[in-house]
């Protein structure tokens, strides 16, 4: 849809438009796989309210196990998911005339490794939303930042074709480093600093996401 529906208006400026629409592929893969990961973490939100509505978390807590392995579990699974999504993405990326010839191994290592990381974050940020959540439709809104940041990312068009004064949000927020980071790893771009801006969000996530959560897991119940 973003390519050959809106893909010739979407592109104007980068190289995209007319006969070269592989430019605008070769662009805009990258940030789907990214949203790939936003919009799958969502199912995880409310898979976790379910569990707690339905009060199989309440059974877990008298059970001998390990008082974090249910929550694991679901980023585990969820992170799976995740990665399987994103390979499907990718396929069709690929069947649609994607490219990334340029790449090392070490590359496609790295950029692995990046989707696993902000997978990984997410899922926190999912799971800690979803025990937040009195039922699975409220758990389903509040992830909706998951789905919507990367629309107004570099995910479609450069930040910097934004305007002025609403570039800073785009540039800074969790997706446009990562997505930036990980164009530059498939496609030899130039990367600058956002990697180590991309690992700052990931770990910035990560940690508060898994405290959250396991800090409302193991407060006992009312």
Known sequence: MFVYIFGDVMSAGIGGGGADRSAYIAYIVPGLLLMTIGSTTIGTAVSVS????????????????????????????????????????????????????????????????????????????????????????????????????????????????????????????PFTPAIETLRGLLLGTEIGNNWWIALVWCVGLTVPGYRWSTALFNRDPK
Do not use: K
Not at 63 to 85: E, F, K, N, T, Y
Not at 88 to 108: C, M, N, P, Q
């Open 50 to 173: 379910n569990d707690m509505i339905e009060g199989i978390i309440a059974r877990f807590r008298t059970m001998a196990i390990h008082r974090g392995s249910v929550l694991v579990g679901h980023v585990v699974g969820s992170a799976l998911q995740c990665v399987m999504s994103v390979v499907l993405v990718g396929a069709v990326g690929v069947a649609i005339g994607f490219r990334s010839t340029d790449a090392t191994a070490l590359e496609w290592l790295a950029a692995f490794g990046l989707i696993a990381l902000f997978a990984m974050a997410l899922t926190w940020i999912a799971v800690r939303m979803g025990m937040a959540s009195p039922t699975a439709e409220a758990a389903s809104n509040m992830a909706m930042p998951l789905i919507l940041l990367p629309l107004i990312s570099s995910a479609f068009i450069p930040a910097e074709t934004m305007p002025g004064w609403f570039q800073p949000i785009a540039e800074y927020q």
